[in-house]
């Protein structure tokens, strides 16, 4: 006689600092890495460092990979039970956290720091609408699944 046992998944309802760090740390990344490539192919890199007085397109790259760390560890320490629930919701919420970040970043910050207008939309602001949602949608994909990441 065969007997199936099905074992299935629940997920936590809640996790440690510890790991939202790393997943904040992991997604970001991720996302960054992602989102700096095309970066790099429209050449916003050096704009990037022209908010610190450079023109180098490593000081871009590293300024972006600190950013989207950073930005990566806020959602996952502020708002990670979100994540917790499922992959598609990890995608919707990083989805319209890129939202916000496009409108803090390139239309906002940006333009202040560098003393151009802001809010204005151009190709080079839509180039950056989808390179925030590509880097969002990585980001809440890697951050839920470290966070529901069973240990052991």
């Known amino acids: 006689m065969v007997t199936t046992t099905r074992t299935t998944y629940v997920a936590p309802t809640s996790v440690g600092f510890s790991r939202r760090l790393v997943a904040g740390i992991g997604g970001g990344l991720a ?3 992602v989102f700096g490539m095309l970066m790099t192919m429209i050449g916003m890199l050096t704009t990037i460092a022209a ?3 450079s023109d180098s397109i490593l000081v ?6 600190m950013m989207s760390i950073m930005i990566g560890l806020i959602l996952t320490v502020t708002v990670g039970p979100l994540l917790l629930t499922s992959v598609p919701r ?3 919420v990083g989805l319209a956290y890129g939202v916000i970040w496009w409108v803090m970043g ?6 202040l ?3 151009m207008p802001i809010f204005t939309l151009d ?5 950056a609408l989808m390179g925030h ?5 990585i980001l809440g994909v890697v951050a839920t699944l470290i966070l529901r990441k069973r240990n052991g």
């Open 90 to 92: 990890g995608l919707l």
């Open 60 to 65: 871009g790259l590293a300024v972006h990979l």
């Open 51 to 53: 908010m610190l007085g």
């Open 123 to 127: 190709a080079t602001a839509l180039l």
């Open 31 to 33: 996302g960054g890495i």
């Open 133 to 137: 949602l590509i880097y969002g949608a």
């Open 106 to 111: 390139p239309l906002m910050a940006m333009p």
């Open 113 to 115: 720091m560098l003393g």
